[in-house]
Nanobody, 123 residues
Framework: QVQLVESGGGLVQAGGSLRLSCAASARTFSFYAMGWFRQAPGKEREFVAGISGSSDSTAYADSVTGRFTISRDNTEKTVHLQMNSLKPEDTAVYYC????????????????WGQGTQVTVSS
């Protein structure tokens, strides 16, 4: 498994921006597809965005398309989620996840998870 540590969460007003980062411990980081998921109180953990190992493929939930951008740096072994035009409904704990192989959208396809970082968007 891969050790993952998220950072960058916080409190922001609606319309603002945040950039989440995730640092990974994998020796062959480029072999792993990376995903961002989020979980709001009382709700299931849901897919937000994902990126393939080589960055040639990305995927987004419909609710964040056009507002969020996922990227990665395989040299630094990091993945980022740039979140713009934030809305109160984006409030959740955001988790970084890794899976060896191709990009997937399903939570159960990922076997390494970070501890999560809280994002709160005030109206």
């Amino acid at each position: 498994q891969v050790q993952l540590v998220e950072s960058g969460g916080g409190l922001v007003q609606a319309g603002g921006s945040l950039r989440l980062s995730c640092a990974a411990s994998a020796r062959t980081f480029s072999f792993y597809a990376m995903g961002w998921f989020r979980q709001a109180p009382g709700k299931e953990r849901e897919f937000v965005a994902g990126i393939s190992g080589s960055s040639d493929s990305t995927a987004y939930a419909d609710s964040v398309t056009g507002r969020f951008t996922i990227s990665r740096d395989n040299t630094e072994k990091t993945v980022h989620l740039q979140m713009n035009s934030l809305k109160p409904e984006d409030t959740a704990v955001y988790y970084c996840a890794a899976r060896r192989g191709i990009l997937r959208r399903t939570r159960n396809d990922y076997d390494s998870w970070g501890q999560g970082t809280q994002v709160t968007v005030s109206s």
